[in-house]
């Protein structure tokens, strides 16, 4: 079994900064690509940015230059920076990794973590 758990969020004025964990646990063999969505109240979950082994990450329009997503391997862990939050990046932040196991390799989800941005 592979667990996924975010924290981090919490409630901050705009123009403030704030930095989400996700930390992968389980049966992991390798993590192939890990991702944040977030998801504002009676909206789509929006994808936020990506990252691999490979490559550098990638972002929303919304978010580049603000959000940096980084990675500590060696813990499983991955990191996402807000800085400069507006209100409308309240959302409830998730992350979201492809992970192999020793029986196969599948999206894991979390369960999420709320950020509040107050004007």
């Known amino acids: 079994q592979v667990q996924l758990v975010e924290s981090g969020g919490g409630l901050v004025q705009a123009g403030g900064s704030l930095r989400l964990s996700c930390v992968a646990s389980g049966n992991i063999v390798a993590i192939n690509l890990m991702r944040w969505y977030r998801q504002a109240p009676g909206q789509q979950r929006e994808l936020v940015g990506t990252?691999?082994?490979?490559?550098?990450?990638n972002y929303a329009d919304s978010v580049k230059g603000r959000f940096t997503i980084s990675t500590d391997n060696a813990k499983n862990t991955m990191y996402l920076q807000m800085n400069s939050l507006k209100p409308e990046d309240t959302a409830v932040y998730y992350c979201?990794?492809?992970?192999?196991?020793?029986?196969?390799?599948?999206?894991?989800w979390g369960k999420g973590t709320l950020v509040t941005v107050s004007s």
């Open positions: 990252i691999t082994r490979a490559s550098s990450p």
């Open positions: 979201n990794e492809v992970i192999t196991t020793r029986g196969s390799t599948g999206p894991y």
